[in-house]
């Protein structure tokens, strides 16, 4: 199959382009600059369509034209997720392509509602907008949070960090809660994998079908992520609650209030209150997952930690 990766450029977009490379797929790739990948993967697309912004119109019909499926894989900004995505699958309609895999590979924000978390309005937004206005049926793959980010400050299940005390470093893992809520959690590359899957053989997708889809690596509590931790390292792990889930919401409400007065864009401000909350009681909780990930998933979420990418916080 041809396959149109919108946004190829990104973290999970080159990953998408490998992976389909690797199943034997053909990859065109649409975005502002083939610079950005790396030229032994570059060389190996069809195809690479350059765009000045991603709403332009020309280039979305030439990168549209004669794919099989497209999957976006645009950066997780709302301008990105709403305005540009709605001009992909725009394009996606003229050319009469019938896969398209939406942005979605995050908790699953179809048991949330509008303004719960500024950051999935427009996710949700898009969703709703599409049933009302076209024909197309979109895949949507949720994953629970990106593994890559697991165990990060920002959104982590927890946080391991090094205090230094009298007697030298010791490693404290900071939580909501109990410890023993477990969050769903999945690879970049897992998720990579099970939606190229999806858009090259699942019979209902490649029906023009679409539909929910939701898998994960692993799913694992703030008591797992330690044991692994000190499994990893052979370091003491001292657990540290930081409080109770309503003590978080709590949290949530006053730093969103404050936000809210200055300036609502900044809702990553106090986004990782909300992800906490929504995880420990179980609101982003994955029904039935399909399991992807291997058997040591929970043990290699301290090899595989990359920093959340600045600008997705801005």
């Not at 024909?135 to 697991?150: D, K, N, R």
């Not at 946080?159 to 969050?183: I, L, P």
């Not at 997952?289 to 979420?301: E, T």
Request: proline share 3%; charged share 25%.
């Amino acid at each position: 199959m041809l396959i149109l990766i919108a946004g190829v450029s990104g973290l999970l977009g080159k990953i998408l382009a490998r992976i389909g490379l690797d199943k034997g797929h053909q990859i065109r790739g649409f975005g502002r600059s083939p610079s950005k990948i790396p030229a032994d993967l570059l060389d190996q697309f069809e195809s690479f369509v350059e765009c000045e912004y991603y709403e332009e119109r020309t280039a979305l019909d030439k990168a549209v034209s004669g794919v099989d499926a497209v999957i976006c894989s645009y950066t997780a900004h709302a301008e990105a997720i709403l305005d540009s995505q709605l001009a992909l699958l725009r394009a996606v309609e003229r050319a009469g392509v019938k896969i398209y895999h939406a942005h979605s590979w995050n908790p699953d924000w179809s048991k949330t509602s509008l303004g719960d978390w500024e950051h999935y309005d427009a996710y949700i937004s898009f969703r709703r907008h599409v049933e009302l206005t076209s024909t197309l049926q979109p895949v949507y793959t949720f994953t629970g949070i990106i593994g890559e980010f697991a165990a990060s400050k920002v959104v982590g299940i927890a946080h391991v960090e090094e205090e230094h005390e009298n007697d030298g470093k010791t490693a404290v893992m900071s939580y909501y809660g109990d410890g023993t809520a477990k969050w769903d959690f999945t690879y970049l590359d897992d998720a990579a994998r099970f939606s190229i899957d999806l858009v090259t053989t699942n019979p209902s997708v490649l029906a023009g079908q679409g539909g929910m889809f939701r898998v994960h690596s692993a799913a694992a509590s703030a008591l797992d992520v330690a044991r692994a931790y000190e499994e990893n390292t052979g370091q003491k792990v001292t657990l540290r609650s930081l409080g109770t889930a309503e003590e978080l919401l709590q949290k949530y409400r006053e730093a969103r209030a404050a936000a809210a007065a200055t300036d609502t864009r900044k809702y990553f401000a106090y986004g990782p209150y909300y992800v906490h909350a929504a995880n420990i009681m179980g609101l982003w909780k994955l029904d039935n997952p399909v399991k992807v990930g291997s058997v040591d998933a929970v043990n290699r979420l301290f090899d595989r930690q990359i920093e959340i990418p600045g600008d997705l916080l801005e």
